[in-house]
């Protein structure tokens, strides 16, 4: 079945620094992939939707220069945490669909938990 | 904007018994997706089961099975003969028909424990 690969499952990082999370797909090609953050005991709250060639799609809410996404090719996309604070502590999540269609199967990654101390 | 709410925080069930987790959303539109989704303490998002707004039948997978009432906009999820693996949060979700893959607006989440 469809794949969906995240990387790193974990990461420490000192505030002010910044951090990059990756989201593969393994066996098919995503022109668009959804990112999530969750904080404890929370729900999943999506920050953007990331597409492939041109700019991501931010939620409002969430600073687009804080949050870097490139969708470089059909099967990666990126997630920058730049000048990490202490705040942005969470578990992030991505998503993608198999397809174009409504239809599509979503296919999650294993999440990141982020920690900035 | 679409909305889902979950008003149980927390839920208990004894194994191998029914449970049921309560879900309403909030939508204008006719045509769309709800989907109940299982997290275990891995994190991982695992789909439970789907529904199709269009679709009169309630979904069924093995021992889960939903109570979809589109005009009350209510799509509870029945866990039959509760087995200790069940125990998770779990999420209802609501998802578009629109003409490309759209997101997931997910609810607030209940926890199922699963007691002996």
């Known amino acids: 079945g469809a794949v969906v690969s995240q990387h790193p499952s974990r990461v420490i990082c000192k505030s002010g620094t910044s951090v990059k999370i990756e989201c593969r797909s393994l066996?098919?090609?995503?022109?668009?992939m959804f990112w999530y953050r969750q904080f404890p005991k929370q729900s999943l709250m999506l920050m953007a939707t990331?597409?492939?060639?041109?700019?991501?799609?931010?939620e409002q809410g969430v600073e687009k220069d804080k949050f870097l996404i490139n969708h470089a090719s059909l099967t990666l996309s990126t997630l920058t945490v730049t000048s990490a604070h202490p705040e942005d502590s969470s578990f992030y999540i991505c998503s993608a669909p198999t397809g174009m269609g409504p239809n599509s199967p979503l296919h999650f990654g294993n999440g990141t938990r982020l920690t900035v101390t | 904007a679409q909305t889902v709410t979950q008003s149980q925080p927390e839920m208990s069930v004894q194994e191998a018994e029914t449970v049921t987790l309560s879900c309403t959303y909030d939508?204008?539109?006719?045509?769309?997706?709800l989907f109940w989704y299982k997290q275990p303490p891995s994190r991982q998002m695992i789909l439970v089961i789907r529904?199709?707004?269009?679709?009169?039948q309630n979904a069924t997978e093995n021992r889960f099975s939903v109570n979809f009432q589109k005009a009350a906009k209510s799509f509870s999820l029945k866990i039959s003969d509760s087995q200790l693996g069940d125990a998770a949060m779990y999420f209802c979700?609501?998802?578009?028909?629109?003409?490309?893959?759209?997101?997931?607006?997910f609810g607030t989440g209940t926890r199922l424990q699963v007691t002996l």
């Open positions: 990331s597409n492939e060639g041109s700019k991501a799609t931010y």
């Open positions: 529904q199709e707004a269009y679709k009169q």
């Open positions: 979700a609501y998802r578009r028909e629109t003409g490309t893959a759209s997101k997931l607006t």
């Open positions: 939508t204008s539109e006719s045509d769309y997706y």
């Open positions: 066996d098919f090609q995503a022109t668009t």
